[in-house]
């Protein structure tokens, strides 16, 4: 499965941005998927994942009520919808495919990875 993000950029603090990632397979609806990060200097963190089904989620603790998990399996598109942004939130962005059972905050778990998308918020 080859994953390419998007929707990257600059933005000042409080603003939004809304990042997409495309799945090249037809089978992407049987995957988790999920979103991570990595700033500069430090290592990749799990920002948030969602079931093949859309019907469980999982979110970093401050990304929750600023960010949305989202996909459109017609698409084979995952969506991360990211509101009130701060300057900690910079970082490149990366979308990942998962078979595991459950949702997973685990790096390891994800089989896929995409290029990464970077984010940098102003203050």
């Known amino acids: 499965v080859q994953l390419v993000e998007s929707g990257g950029g600059l933005v000042q603090a409080g603003g939004s941005l809304r990042l997409s990632c495309v799945a090249s397979e037809r089978t992407f609806s049987i995957y988790n998927m999920g979103w991570f990060r990595q700033a500069q200097g430090k290592e990749r963190e799990f920002v948030a994942a969602?079931?093949?089904?859309?019907?469980?989620?999982s979110y970093e603790d401050s990304v929750k009520g600023r960010f949305a998990i989202s996909r459109d399996n017609a698409k084979n598109t995952v969506y991360l919808q990211m509101n009130s942004l701060k300057p900690a939130d910079t970082a490149v962005y990366y979308c990942a495919a998962s078979r595991s059972a459950a949702v997973s905050t685990t790096p390891g778990l994800y089989t896929y990875w995409g290029q990464g998308t970077q984010v940098t918020v102003s203050s």
């Open positions: 969602l079931s093949w089904s859309g019907g469980s989620t």
